[in-house]
């Protein structure tokens, strides 16, 4: 089945710096990348995801990258404000018969400090 | 706020009993995925039903079961329970039938159980 790891597990940023979460998957068939963002108590939301026919996709002050070659996709978040302080998951799927079954990485827990 | 509900939002059960948790989907949704999130890392999937039929499991033994209804809600039922079945278990709806592509999943805000 498809593997999927996410670094780093915790990160600290400065109010208005760039944040930058890194995940790879092992599944060359994973075609669906989507990007969660949880806060304590409730549950995941999705901010972003990508499909593997687009290299980078862009929405306000969040982006995502994929590069299919070396299976890795990525999260940047820039001006960060302390509101982006939660736990991120990055998920990928392939389609088929499983309708998007998602395998999660284990989170990153972002801190912004004011 | 995703359209996905669940209840209850808090369970407490003795070891060996047995629990039901419910999802409402999302509205024009008929795919539900059940999934369980220990403390501390992220959400496993259980199993998905589409059209009321279970289409994919994960690595859940079969006191793990489930449900869908006309409506498209669903239910997880977890038989003789164990202190590791302590988790948030979440639900997640998707509109399913679009020639295998994966859609959005949204999830509802999950149902924390502890068993004692």
């Known amino acids: 089945g498809e593997n999927v790891e996410q670094h780093p597990s915790t990160l600290s940023v400065q109010e208005g710096d760039s944040a930058v979460i890194k995940c790879t998957y092992s599944?060359?068939?994973?075609?669906?990348f989507p990007w969660y963002k949880q806060e304590l108590g409730k549950g995941p939301q999705l901010i972003i995801d990508i499909r593997s026919n687009v290299g980078e996709k862009k929405d306000q002050r969040i982006a995502v990258t994929l590069n299919k070659t070396a299976k890795h996709f990525s999260l940047h978040i820039t001006e960060t404000q302390p509101e982006d302080s939660a736990v991120y998951f990055c998920a990928a799927s392939r389609g088929g018969s499983t309708l998007g079954r998602l395998y999660f990485g284990r989170g990153t827990q972002l801190t912004v400090w004011p | 706020e995703t359209g996905v509900t669940q209840s209850p939002t808090h369970l407490i059960k003795t070891r060996g009993q047995q629990v039901t948790l419910r999802c409402s989907s999302q509205s024009g949704h008929n795919t539900v995925s059940w999934y369980q999130q220990a403390l501390g890392q992220g959400p496993q999937f259980i199993f998905q039903y589409y059209r009321e039929e279970e289409n994919g499991r994960g690595n859940f033994p079969p006191r793990f079961s489930g449900l869908q209804f006309p409506n498209y809600s669903s239910e997880l039922n977890v038989n003789a329970l164990e202190l590791d079945d302590s988790a948030l278990y979440l639900c997640?709806?998707?509109?399913?039938?679009?020639?295998?592509?994966?859609?959005?999943?949204?999830f509802g805000p999950g149902t924390r159980l502890t068993v004692t």
């Open positions: 997640a709806s998707t509109r399913g039938g679009t020639g295998g592509t994966v859609g959005e999943q949204y």
């Open positions: 599944d060359s068939a994973s075609n669906y």
